[in-house]
């Protein structure tokens, strides 16, 4: 069954490259026809596949183009020694030439089209819930899991959570009342949209019903959602992918039931890490399966029995996982479920992986792989051993 490509990229961001497996990048070369100091000054300059965690990055809140400031804050703990001091515009160039690298002509054309249809329904619909647009932590989140996050441990974490297998962890996490209003926004919304005949762009290729929540004013929002409320625990249960360097994220809705999507195929998540909460409604069934976690490589490869879980959703609680844990949706018997999921990713990461050949730190294939190959290490070492004690006695 190929999962790849079955979920829509539809906003991922091919930044920077980070690394070749031996701690830095290749020089990089100008794109022609753009001019930089930057690039004429530090041509020769690698960036570090290991980020200068003492560095404190400079501010890009007011850089306004194709990357969120995020991602300039993240890439310049990456640059070489001698840049870090630099001029703060020397920085930005020489990022914004290695960035244009790695971000086609076509593909922007395509993030531009989108941010106009945005500022269009931006310009155009008026919220009905405003208060949502904005973080309101103790009205949106439950008391227990502020405290989880106010003392940012892993047992503080632990102690508001099971993990039905590994890598996936469940805790209850938003109020009622943010669930209520947020259903109500989504549902106000798709009307406008009908209203207004206006195309509404699904959250992905795979989902023909739900809504973008990005689309339509929530972005700053779910932006401090990720950076305050997820990527805390993302920092201490998955740094093997860039838990603790999310920078960006996907932001929707997702509607099962009669005359919605009814259940959802096998895949893989384009994210990093993914919270998935059930917002409600009343329902039966629509229970999600997991089955390993794989890289590019492995993703087609045989489950194994202790891969196997099923989660059974509940109103206001969470699922954490592993973008790239293999999962999918059981059909939603009766009722209407809606979900709200935040795909959160690492720019940083994304680049760092390219350079990467041994998964084996997250990826449940690589990991069975190097054991067999660890395991026949040791039998071909007993038997050259006892080949060798056998010679000796003769």
């Known amino acids: 069954m190929a999962l790849d490509g079955q979920v829509e990229r539809r906003d991922e961001v091919q930044e920077a490259a980070m690394g070749n497996g031996n701690g830095v990048a290749p020089p990089l070369s100008r794109p022609a026809g753009r001019p930089s100091v930057a690039t004429a000054a530090y041509a020769e300059r690698r960036l570090r596949l290991n980020p200068n965690t003492e560095h404190k990055p400079?501010?890009?809140?007011?850089?306004?183009?194709?990357?969120?400031?995020?991602?300039?804050?993240?890439?310049?703990?990456?640059l070489p020694p001698s840049l870090l001091e630099a001029d703060r515009d020397v920085k930005l160039h020489f990022m914004q030439d290695i960035l244009a690298r790695y971000w086609p002509q076509g593909e922007r054309n395509k993030v531009q089209r989108h941010k106009e249809y945005r500022q269009r329904i931006l310009h155009l619909y008026k919220p009905l819930h405003q208060e949502l647009y904005n973080m309101h932590p103790s009205a949106f989140f439950l008391p227990t899991f502020l405290e989880a996050v106010k003392n940012n441990t892993e047992e503080s974490f632990r102690s508001i959570m099971t993990e039905p297998t590994p890598g996936v962890y469940s805790f209850s996490m938003l109020q009622p009342t943010f669930c209520e209003m947020l259903l109500e926004e989504v549902e106000n919304f798709e009307?406008?949209?009908?209203?207004?005949?206006?195309?509404?762009?699904?959250?992905?290729?795979?989902?023909?019903?739900?809504?973008?929540?990005?689309?339509?004013?929530?972005?700053?929002?779910?932006?401090?959602?990720?950076?305050?409320?997820?990527?805390?625990?993302?920092?201490?249960?998955?740094?093997?992918?860039?838990?603790?360097?999310?920078?960006?994220?996907?932001?929707?809705?997702?509607?099962?039931?009669?005359?919605?999507?009814?259940?959802?195929?096998?895949?893989?998540d384009d994210s990093e890490v993914t919270l998935n909460v059930c917002l409600g409604k009343q329902f039966s069934g629509g229970e999600l399966y997991f089955r390993g976690i794989r890289c590019e490589?492995?993703?087609?490869?045989?489950?194994?029995?202790?891969?196997?879980?099923?989660?059974?959703?509940?109103?206001?609680?969470?699922?954490?996982?592993?973008?790239?844990?293999?999962?999918?949706?059981?059909?939603?018997?009766?009722?209407?479920?809606?979900?709200?999921?935040?795909?959160?990713?690492?720019?940083?990461?994304?680049?760092?992986?390219?350079?990467?050949?041994?998964?084996?730190?997250?990826?449940?294939?690589?990991?069975?792989?190097?054991?067999?190959?660890?395991?026949?290490s040791v039998k071909a070492t007993k038997l050259a051993f006892l080949r060798g004690a056998g010679g000796a006695m003769i």
Not at 334 to 341: A, M, P, V, Y
Request: hydrophobic share 30%; charged share 25%.
């Open 191 to 268: 009307k406008w949209v009908h209203a207004m005949k206006f195309k509404i762009m699904r959250p992905n290729t795979m989902n023909k019903y739900g809504a973008v929540l990005d689309d339509f004013g929530l972005e700053a929002m779910l932006n401090q959602f990720m950076e305050q409320f997820i990527a805390p625990i993302s920092k201490v249960f998955y740094p093997e992918v860039g838990g603790g360097t999310l920078d960006s994220h996907h932001g929707f809705v997702v509607e099962y039931g009669k005359d919605r999507d009814v259940e959802l195929g096998f895949h893989v």
């Open 58 to 78: 400079q501010d890009y809140s007011d850089v306004r183009g194709e990357y969120a400031p995020a991602v300039y804050s993240a890439l310049e703990r990456h």
């Open 297 to 376: 490589n492995h993703v087609n490869s045989e489950t194994q029995q202790e891969e196997m879980c099923d989660y059974s959703h509940v109103p206001g609680r969470a699922v954490l996982h592993h973008g790239r844990h293999r999962h999918g949706a059981r059909a939603t018997s009766s009722g209407l479920r809606i979900n709200l999921l935040l795909w959160c990713r690492s720019s940083v990461f994304r680049e760092m992986k390219k350079y990467q050949k041994d998964f084996s730190s997250w990826c449940g294939e690589c990991q069975r792989e190097k054991r067999e190959r660890q395991s026949q």
